[in-house]
């Protein structure tokens, strides 16, 4: 065994049979990842009341901020990007993700820093913090209750909300973004309802139930569409703003739960460029030497190829309200689905669905959540335990 593999385990062809077998399943799982993935729409409900109980009237004493930054790393940081995009291009002040140590040089008293973290003792939420109270900004502060960042809160006298540590960080999405759209909300940065909360909420529970381990994977869109992209080089590309936020995530949860190497982001700078992998050695090229009358179920598939998945929005705002309008949003992706037809790429399609821009995120992100875990089991991988990530943490720490 090579040095450092300690832990590794799983095989390189996927099996099929063993997603419809709900006891190999719960085998290979014994983290319980399904469990907590599925746990999105109680995390919603649970992190909003926590942050009702949360006192963040003093946060909008000193009227509305000149940006709000969110400081995070790994799933804390996609919150940010959440916010930024929930809030949308009529944002009255900038929004800012960061995800290094500290702050930005320009961060002031005129400014609110939004510290995030699932343990609450990652470095960069905690610098973040410290930096906020030594500038005089604006802070406030989400994370594991009895944390260090729940100390550094308190010393800095800011609001904590505290968000129990019941699931691993990158399963911990939905508990995370509701206080910071909630503390958004405060300074009426966002207009987000209790209505869009509960909506959001049922849509989670609703595609949680879809995805469970004993529904069959030709009911199953999660084990369809993990199936689908088993021994590929994914390709992940969002149609708007929002769902570039989706695909990102995406592209988030293939390589840590499975352990996919992943090409993710906006469809529209993939078109100036990154469109050009559908015509290379694994795209065209590959499809190309493929018998294009052959039964593709029963076709031995030679060499790693790309799979598409296009996260399509639809949009629900009018067209003077967004980056970009609907309809040229909606003419790429129909343009990139038919140069993947023309190239033989396959292209699996998952499309939002709902009444208001968190909901609709919520549809992009849950099944696709379900299929990483589903594909880290075809593949007999324990999706909870990523022994890189630990040996990462301890050479770094040195």
Known sequence: MMEGTAGVSGRRDADESLLDDPDALAEHDPGGMLRFTAS?????????????????TALADDGRPRAVVIAGIGTAGRTGD??????????????IPHRSAGVPGWVGAADVVIAVSASGR?????????????????????????????????????PFIPVPRRAPARASLW??????????????????????LAETAARLDADADRCRATAEAFVNPA???????AGSIPIVWGSSPLA????????????????????????????????????????????GERDIFADPEETEVKGTRLRLVLLRDGGLNAEDDADEPLAVEERRA?????????????????????GSALERLASLVAVPDFAS?????????????????TEMKELANQ
């Open 223 to 229: 084990k369809s569409l993990a199936l689908g992209l």
């Open 175 to 196: 508990a995370l973004t509701v206080p910071v759209l909630l503390a958004a909300r405060t300074l009426g940065l966002v207009k987000v309802n209790e209505a869009d």
């Open 334 to 354: 129909d343009a990139v689905q038919t140069l993947a037809e023309r190239r033989g790429v396959r292209c699996d399609v998952v499309t939002a669905e709902g």
């Open 373 to 389: 875990v589903y594909l880290a089991l075809a593949h007999g991988l324990d999706p909870m335990a990523v022994p890189a990530i």
């Open 244 to 287: 570039t936020v989706a695909a990102r995530r995406f592209g988030d949860t293939l390589s840590a739960n499975a352990r996919y190497p992943v090409v993710s982001g906006a469809l529209g700078e993939a078109g100036r460029g990154r469109v050009g992998l559908l015509d290379g050695v694994f795209g065209g090229l590959a499809e």
């Open 122 to 158: 990652s470095p960069e939420a905690l610098g973040a913090a410290e930096a906020a109270h030594r500038r005089g900004a604006r802070l406030v502060a989400v994370g594991a209750p009895d944390s260090q960042l729940q100390a550094a809160a308190e010393r800095a006298r800011a």
């Open 82 to 95: 959440v916010l930024a995009t929930v809030a949308g291009p009529r944002c009255p002040v900038p929004v």
């Open 40 to 56: 999105a729409g109680a995390q919603v409900r649970e992190s909003a009341a926590l942050t009702a109980e949360t006192n963040l």
